[in-house]
């Protein structure tokens, strides 16, 4: 299943609502997770079955979607949010990413 | 607090052989499945490998099938993948990352990661 991220880049300022999009080649159910991602770290799980919240997100970060079309928002963004974001599905073996979208200021 | 630390990685000629090594402390070890996770030098993430909480079952991406394994001893708290053969395409940063659920309840997502280990296949 190939995941498509859109857009490749979001420019955005502290404060803004940010929207992130991931949109599947097949349905997944809603079998997928976000993860963030900062320079020299590893990811880090921010929603798993399209809207459930890991352990420690901030409750400015939601997850919605089901089927293809998925939705990760970030209500207010802080500076430490500016990452580069994945999505993840589960449903088909392989496991696959989407090929990421870049937050920057 | 759940920890996991990569090791093993290197500069290999294609062709060779590496074994890449996940020490973990902070949960139990035996009750996760675990998963390898790659990413090449300025690209995206790549799911690599998976393996139950009880190594009874591995899945693979079609691109290691038959060139690396994924194995684990529960009573090291230990996880490895064995990689024979190594391409050029393999060079990347290797996580090993700790799946969401606990034993039949596997998520197949990654709640908890190594800080990686690199892996450059050159001549």
């Known amino acids: 299943i190939v995941l498509t991220q859109s857009p490749a880049t979001l420019s955005l300022s502290p404060g803004e609502r940010a929207t992130l999009f991931c949109r599947a080649s097949q349905s997944v159910s809603r079998f997928l997770a976000w993860y963030q991602q900062k320079p020299g770290q590893a990811p880090r799980l921010l929603i798993f079955?399209?809207?459930s919240k890991a352990t420690g997100i901030p409750v400015r970060f939601s997850g919605s979607g089901s089927g293809t079309d998925f939705t990760l928002t970030i209500s207010s963004l802080e500076p430490e949010d500016f990452a580069v974001y994945y999505c993840q599905q589960r449903s088909n073996w392989p496991i696959t990413f989407g090929q990421g979208t870049r937050l920057e200021i | 607090q759940v920890h996991l630390v990569e090791s093993g990685g290197g500069v290999v000629q294609p062709g060779r052989s590496l074994r890449l090594s996940c020490a973990v402390s902070g949960f139990t070890f035996s009750s996760y499945d675990m998963h390898w996770v790659r990413q090449a030098p300025g690209k995206g993430l790549e799911w690599v490998a998976t393996i139950s909480f009880d190594g009874s079952n591995e899945y693979y991406v079609d691109s290691v099938k038959g060139r690396i394994t994924i194995s684990r001893d529960n009573s090291k708290n230990t996880l490895y993948l064995q990689m024979n053969t190594l391409r050029v395409e393999d060079t990347a940063i290797y996580y090993c990352a700790k799946d969401v659920g606990v034993q039949a309840w596997s998520y197949k997502y990654f709640d908890s990661w190594g800080q990686g280990t690199l892996v450059t296949v050159s001549s």
């Open positions: 079955d399209a809207s």
